[in-house]
């Protein structure tokens, strides 16, 4: 099988020093992307992500330790140690070459505990969204690790150069994600401005690029990377005619055969059509996208009479995580979802169809309903060429 870095008819992307195939693998937490993937992603030469959120449901010794646990710290303490399990064995299958990134959430309580512990188990990048990540530098002090904050718009990728560059230090790329196409938590406010002009990629592409020569760092070579909406080479070669360096990918990366979720959320997320896939209120208080399952519509039919009861602690936070710094659910915020989201995700990463929130992007999957592997779909990606199928043994 010949290599992908010799297949691939886009340039190749560099970050801190690294030069790998300018395709990212977006972060997709609770057990969707963890060591399996990454490090198969990682392996082919593009960028593998582990998302730090709630490891512990892929290591059973840690679950049934915890089991009746309501402890904040032992619960940390799990999720670090799984994290920690993950990067290392994401590491050891990719080997030396491979380029191993762990997505942190800006938005989660302990978001410092899970990027250093990223840092001392070996990834080579931190990538950060659903919050400004402005003490990410700080976080990092002498780490040799890539820094790559999510952001959406001209204002924000503004705000947090110049933060940076008073601390020394400029982000190794930019990913810009697009809140009406992309998958999970969104990078807007309101619902109202999921689908603004604002976020178009030609636009802030145009716009962040004119930000680095206002600040004068026109010179310094910051990578772009759009994510939402994506799936083929043709779009991919569009946007780095506009100034993009590399695309981040999601939804994409779920339905391969190396995603570490069960079948069933692949199959839920590949034949999901268009009408399916939905935009609400999570319970971080920003807009989600994610697939219309049976839960989902339950949920949001009775979401009026949900938001009109404030929580407390007897209904509140079902597990006592406090996963989330601001938690719609836990703090009684009646502008924010009424629900556990970990609950919820880990029931989909379980592969239950009746009670878990399956979050997708809007794109149409490069392979309709198909569930191919990672090497299919970078070979696609890549060179515009789809493989064919090989046979289902019998």
């Not at 840690?62 to 670090?80: A, E, F, P, V, Y």
């Not at 001209?154 to 110049?162: I, T």
């Amino acid at each position: 099988m010949k290599p992908l870095n010799l297949m691939s008819r886009l340039p190749r992307l560099t970050l801190r020093g690294r030069s790998v195939l300018p395709i990212l693998q977006g972060g997709m937490g609770v057990g969707i992307s963890a060591n399996r993937l990454a490090s198969a992603v990682a392996r082919e030469g593009a960028v593998g992500t582990i998302a730090s959120v709630d490891l512990r449901h892929l290591h059973p010794d840690i679950m049934n330790r915890l089991k009746r646990c309501r402890d904040t710290k032992d619960l940390l303490t799990g999720n670090l140690e799984a994290l920690d399990r993950e990067v290392r064995a994401a590491r050891s299958a990719a080997g030396p070459e491979g380029f191993i990134a762990v997505n942190v959430m800006r938005a989660l309580n302990h978001y410092g505990e899970f990027v250093r512990q990223a840092c001392a188990s070996g990834a080579n990048a931190i990538v950060m969204g659903a919050g400004l990540p402005l003490d990410l530098p700080e976080l990092t002090q002498g780490q040799d690790v890539a820094l790559i904050p999510i952001l959406s718009e001209e204002r924000g990728v503004e705000v947090l150069l110049r933060k940076w560059m008073r601390k020394g230090r400029l982000p190794d790329a930019i990913i810009i994600e697009h809140p009406g196409q992309a998958g999970g938590h969104l990078g807007a406010t309101r619902l109202a401005d999921v689908s603004d002009t604002r976020f178009d990629f030609r636009r802030v592409l145009k716009e962040a690029a004119a930000v680095l020569k206002r600040l004068g760092l026109s010179g310094e070579k910051i990578p772009l990377i759009p994510a939402g909406g994506i799936g083929s080479f043709a779009r991919i070669q569009e946007l780095l005619e506009w100034g993009a360096s590399a695309v981040q990918l999601g939804t994409a990366f779920a339905v391969t055969e190396e995603c570490d979720a069960h079948i069933n959320f692949k199959t839920v997320l590949a034949q999901a059509r268009t009408e399916d896939i939905v935009t609400f209120m999570s319970t971080a208080g920003l807009p989600a996208r994610a697939v219309l399952t049976p839960w989902l519509k339950r949920y949001l039919a009775r979401e009026n009479l949900l938001k009109a009861r404030a929580c407390d602690e007897r209904h509140g936070c079902a597990s006592n995580l406090e996963c989330l710094s601001h938690c719609g659910f836990k703090d009684g915020n009646p502008d924010a979802g009424q629900f556990c989201i970990e609950t919820q995700l880990a029931a989909a990463a379980r592969g239950n169809i009746t009670q878990g929130l399956f979050f997708r992007g809007t794109t149409v999957l490069p392979f309709g309903t198909e569930i191919r592997p990672v090497h299919d779909l970078l070979h696609y990606l890549l060179t515009g060429l789809k493989p064919v199928a090989s046979p289902i043994p019998a």
